[in-house]
């Protein structure tokens, strides 16, 4: 008997998939759908599966079955998008056949010839989950003790996402020109800002990233619509009305998020959709960020209105949030092809997600329980009376 080490491949013709399932007797789900079969229909498309099936080995069948179901009626469907250094980008199909997080999962994918269904047997979610953590842990530790936490209504997030992405791109033309940065930005640039990143799908930039898993299409707003969540940012403490007329800036807790998610290691988006215990789809997206010296879960909910709820975290509680991520509540352990009615909604929120009309909470960098400093633009050790940070030169 091969020993079970927690993880396993195998490959299952795409052509040959929708005729094992049939002959197999596999019921399907509605969340089947998700996974493209090939339409191979007639006798010959039943032998070949058969033909198939009877080649395999014998310690292989219980797991292509197993997978088989995963595919037809999955319980749970993950899709997860992780982007690292702005360099490389990887896409993960996830399916969950129960909500027990003991039971095993899959990991399903296309080979590059697009000819195999590249399927991966992971004996529970945790090790999906450990794999996702090391991803975010990168190569140094989450050094600033900064706290920021607020929740915006979702369609001031697109503007916010498009102001970050400005100061980014103001910061690269300073270092380009030898030059400093802007000290404001006008509503026309943020205006060009935020619609440029909603059309464009270069997922280097935030706004793009965050549109292409987003639960509910963004739009690019009109300039009346900007102006209101222009309005809204500054009451809630992220952005704030320049010197000059017409003219914006970002606030210290502003700040903090444009570094942090400008200058990222790792993204992670996640986009879910299961069947609810009421028969209807639960859709739920969310985000993780890993900065240079800090962590971020963003819960961007499902279809409905609910606020986008944003946090700083540490990597015990980013594991709790995954983890409740990946286990939502009211959702059917089996999948009613005949209940579900195509329709979408909100899962339940990940976070508790404080009132979207309050202030930010916001805790500047200072010193850890262990009685040290660390700068508030690299989160590099400081000792007092430093005038300026010796790792990236920042004016303490």
């Not at 690019?220 to 800036?249: A, F, N």
Request: proline residues 7%.
């Amino acid at each position: 008997m091969t020993a079970d080490t927690g993880r396993r491949e195998i490959a299952i013709p795409q052509n040959l998939a929708a005729p094992l399932i049939e002959q197999l007797r596999i019921v399907r789900g509605k969340l089947g759908g998700t996974f493209t079969l090939p339409d191979s229909s007639g006798d010959r498309a039943a032998r070949d599966a058969l033909s198939w099936w009877e080649g395999q080995k014998k310690e292989d069948l219980s797991l292509i079955h197993t997978a088989l179901e995963a595919m037809a009626a999955p319980v749970l469907v993950i899709d997860c998008v992780i982007l690292r250094n702005n360099r490389t980008q990887l896409s993960s199909r996830l399916a969950v056949l129960s909500l027990k997080p003991e039971d095993p999962v899959f990991l399903i994918g296309t080979d590059p010839a697009g000819k195999d269904f590249r399927v991966e047997y992971l004996r529970h979610r945790d090790t999906f989950i450990n794999t996702l953590l090391l991803h975010l842990a990168g190569t140094s530790p989450v050094l600033s003790d900064s706290r920021l936490t607020f929740a915006i209504q979702r369609q001031d997030f697109p503007v916010l996402l498009g102001i970050i992405d400005l100061r980014r791109r103001q910061k690269y033309h300073s270092l380009m020109d030898h030059g400093a940065l802007p000290a404001t930005m006008n509503f026309g640039e943020i205006e060009q800002s935020t619609k440029d990143g909603i059309t464009t799908t270069d997922p280097r930039w935030i706004l793009p990233f965050t549109a292409s898993i987003a639960p509910a299409k963004f739009t690019p707003p009109q300039p009346q619509e900007i102006r209101q969540s222009l309005t809204d940012l500054i009451s809630k403490g992220l952005v704030r009305e320049g010197t000059s007329p017409g003219s914006y800036d970002v606030t210290e807790a502003g700040q903090m998020l444009a570094d942090a998610w400008g200058d990222q290691i790792t993204w992670i988006g996640f986009s879910l959709v299961g069947a609810r215990d009421d028969g209807k789809f639960a859709a739920e997206c969310a985000m993780a960020i890993r900065s240079e010296s800090s962590l971020w879960f963003i819960d961007l909910g499902g279809k409905g209105s609910a606020p986008v709820a944003v946090t700083t975290t540490n990597f015990t509680l980013m594991r709790e949030l995954i983890e409740k991520l990946f286990s939502p509540t009211g959702i059917s352990q089996v999948p009613d092809l005949a209940a579900v009615q195509g329709s979408m909604s909100h899962a339940v929120p990940v976070l508790e997600t404080p009132s979207p009309s309050g202030p930010v909470t916001f805790q500047p960098q200072g010193t850890t329980r262990l009685g040290r400093a660390f700068c508030s633009k690299c989160g590099s050790p400081i000792t007092k009376g430093w005038a300026f940070c010796r790792n990236c030169g920042a004016t303490l």
